[in-house]
């Protein structure tokens, strides 16, 4: 091929060209004494080199085309094995065997231009000429576009953290190459190459020369393992290349020898291509292909970190939208060998398991024993994931006779997989049969087993959750039933007391409409405790509306048998915002406290004030009063008390309450003077000035107690 004479064009063709040649000469000499590897250093030397020489002789005018085409061979084939030592770096030959057929077909891609400039010999007409020319472009543009695919493999396939070192080199390569394959199509397109490309050409390799020698001066460590979705997608872009090519081929091979296929040839290639989309959309085959490539290109069939992210991404999902648990177990074993649906068996009550999931798989008929204990027991001592196609045949092995027989009876159940726990069966999971359904090997036998034992783990976690869960609810019921029967007991007292005085005060008309009154109050907070009870699981499901503490407490302290035991001091209208109930309950508790600690005569005096944002509600004794000690570790813990028949858990609730409802419980007291408790509530409507506090009763405040709040 010779270049058409635009004197301007070659004149710049010349001066690029000479200028990479430079640049590919000295770079070599450059890295000559640096700290590569000497057979890494060796190819890159002989690879800028020989694109030196390519380089000038492309442009020297004296030259025969043919020797020009033929010089570029030795350097398209050491950069070919540039990009092999690369691919093959730390000793990682495995690497490229993937590779390796690839490597081959440019090989004698390249190889073929000898043969071809010798058949110039031997056909000296111009059609002849034009049409070896031209098939020898096609051959450049195949080892291009090979050369592109390659360097793809080679930056992708590198592990993330080195592909920033790795970026000068494969950024040299595409850019070489790419001028390389625009360089031949358009020899290809117009029967010559284009002097303006020449020009381009020569200050892309100076670009590739500079790139190497700045790559050369660092020794990065670089490690080749490409993944599984890279080289499906290397491949794919090799197999539409090597099509397109043979497409375009075929048309200049029929355009040479005059043969016109017409419409005829038109519908064969739209027939062709729907042929192939057809194969390509088949689930069954794009699942052999993977299956020839993962077992006859790596060295394992699976990526197992790929794996384990998507194992961990799939059981660690949450959100509204995300699938059960269950589901997604079954999904997370089903994706491993491309199975379509499957179902999931753990244990119920007595210890078989049942049906607990299923997965795309709705019309499977699963019986309430899916699997009985005999096979739990086989399958704990296999210890591995069973096969059931080898368990349908005559010739089966024993385990066959555990299985259930609706498993073996179902042509469309593949697998068994066991869900082992420290050697014990925690569920099994039925995989569907795929498109492709493979034969397992240990690979896929291991990776099944190993998934099965993380899968029992997260399975044996969300039962144990679910078991906390419904402990939780116990407690809660418990708690509350401990309350309940806290204040019965009280009531019980409260009706004995009652008892006890009709035997000496029945005649008396007051006494006997006391009487009916307490009992119709110990009635209503009866039918309150059963009313809190029914409602255990709730929180604070009292109703939180303005009320006056004052009228509370005398409603009910004012009648008998409280009447001279407990003193309420006057005091205005103080509305606050209560649980009027549980306020009834923490006063009768507070105060029937005070009475058991005062001396027989003793006074328990209720003072109710009035502040700026809230509402402090006193209970005052002249008991026997408690230690700081005691206040601070016992007086709130619960089930500790100090009587012997009670509870120990009157404080706790009484405290609770008033923090539910908003406030807070005080307490001081002083060891042998008595004890006052206040009640803080917020106000129904904040005060504009505090009310000035009636004189404290010597009785009702004890002293100067030391101030402890809870």
Request: with cysteine; proline share 6%; charged share 20%.
């Amino acid at each position: 091929m010779t270049v058409p004479g635009l004197p301007g064009w070659s004149a710049v063709a010349g001066v690029t060209a000479a200028l990479g040649a430079l640049a590919c000469l000295l770079a070599p000499l450059l890295l000559r004494d640096r700290g590569r590897s000497a057979g890494l250093r060796a190819v890159i030397v002989g690879a800028l080199g020989a694109a030196g020489i390519v380089l000038v002789t492309g442009v020297a005018p004296d030259i025969d085309p043919r020797l020009a085409w033929l010089v570029e061979t030795p350097r398209n084939l050491a950069f070919l094995a540039l990009i092999g030592v690369l691919l093959s770096a730390e000793g990682r030959h495995a690497s490229l065997t993937l590779l390796r057929p690839m490597l081959f077909a440019l090989t004698f891609a390249e190889l073929a231009h000898l043969p071809l400039m010798v058949l110039t010999e031997w056909f000296r007409y111009p059609q002849a000429l034009a049409l070896i020319m031209d098939m020898a472009a096609l051959f450049r543009m195949i080892f291009a576009v090979g050369m592109l695919v390659l360097i793809h493999n080679l930056f992708a396939g590198t592990e993330p953290e080195q592909r920033s070192r790795l970026g000068p080199v494969t950024t040299a390569l595409v850019l070489g190459w790419g001028v390389e394959l625009n360089l031949y199509a358009l020899t290809y397109l117009s029967g010559a190459m284009p002097p303006a490309m020449l020009a381009v050409r020569g200050l892309a390799w100076c670009a590739v020369a500079v790139l190497l020698y700045r790559d050369g001066r660092a020794q990065p460590e670089r490690r080749f393992a490409p993944s599984r979705s890279v080289t499906f997608q290397s491949l794919s872009l090799l197999v539409i290349a090597f099509y397109l090519l043979g497409i375009f081929a075929l048309d200049t091979a029929l355009g040479a020898f005059d043969i016109d296929m017409g419409v005829a040839s038109q519908f064969f290639a739209i027939v062709l291509t729907m042929l192939i989309a057809l194969l390509l959309a088949s689930r069954g085959l794009r699942a052999m292909l993977r299956d020839a490539i993962s077992r006859n290109l790596f060295r394992h069939r699976f990526d197992y970190r790929a794996e384990w992210l998507r194992f961990a991404r799939m059981m660690g999902e949450q959100g509204r939208g995300a699938p059960p648990v269950g589901i997604r177990a079954v999904q997370a074993l089903a994706e491993i060998v491309d199975s379509p649906a499957g179902l999931l068996l753990s244990p119920d009550e007595d210890g078989h398991l049942a049906l607990a999931a299923r997965w795309q798989w709705p019309d499977a008929e699963i019986p309430a024993n899916a699997l009985p204990a005999d096979a739990l027991r086989a399958m704990e001592e296999a210890e591995d994931v069973l096969a059931l196609d080898t368990l349908r045949g005559g010739d089966a092995a024993p385990i066959a006779h555990f299985v259930p027989a609706w498993l073996l009876d179902d042509a469309r159940a593949w697998l068994l997989v066991p869900l082992l726990l420290d050697g014990r069966m925690a569920g099994a999971v039925v995989l569907a049969r795929p498109a492709f359904a493979r034969k397992l090997d240990w690979e896929d036998h291991d990776l099944l087993r190993i998934v099965g034992q993380q899968l029992a783990v997260h399975l044996s976690e969300q039962a144990a959750q679910r078991a906390l869960l419904d402990a939780g609810r116990f407690d809660e019921f418990n708690r509350r039933m401990a309350f309940v029967m806290h204040d019965i007991k009280n009531l019980a007292s409260q009706l004995n007391l009652t008892v006890s005085n009709a035997e000496r005060h029945m005649e008396n008309p007051a006494f006997r409409a006391d009487m009916l009154t307490t009992l119709r109050n110990a009635t209503g907070r009866m039918e309150a405790l059963l009313a809190r009870l029914s409602h255990y699981g709730a929180k604070g499901e009292g109703r939180i509306e303005p009320m006056c503490p004052h009228d509370l407490a005398l409603q009910i302290f004012g009648a008998l048998p409280h009447r001279g035991r407990v003193r309420i001091a006057p005091s205005g209208r103080v509305p606050v915002l209560a649980d009027r109930e549980g306020l009834e309950q923490v006063l009768r508790h507070l105060v029937q406290n005070a009475i058991d600690a005062s001396p027989p005569q003793g006074e328990v005096a209720i003072t109710i004030r009035q502040g700026r944002s809230e509402a402090a509600i006193e209970i005052a004794d002249s008991g026997c009063g408690m230690s700081a000690q005691f206040i601070r570790s016992e007086l709130f813990a619960p089930f500790v008390s100090t009587k012997p028949d009670g509870f120990g858990i009157g404080a706790f609730e009484a405290r609770e309450m008033v923090r539910a409802m908003k406030g807070r419980l005080d307490v001081a007291s002083r060891e042998g003077e008595g004890t006052r408790f206040t009640i803080r509530l917020p106000l129904a409507e904040p005060a504009a000035e505090p009310a000035a506090e009636p004189a404290a009763d010597p009785a009702a405040n004890p002293g100067q107690p030391d101030r402890k709040v809870a």
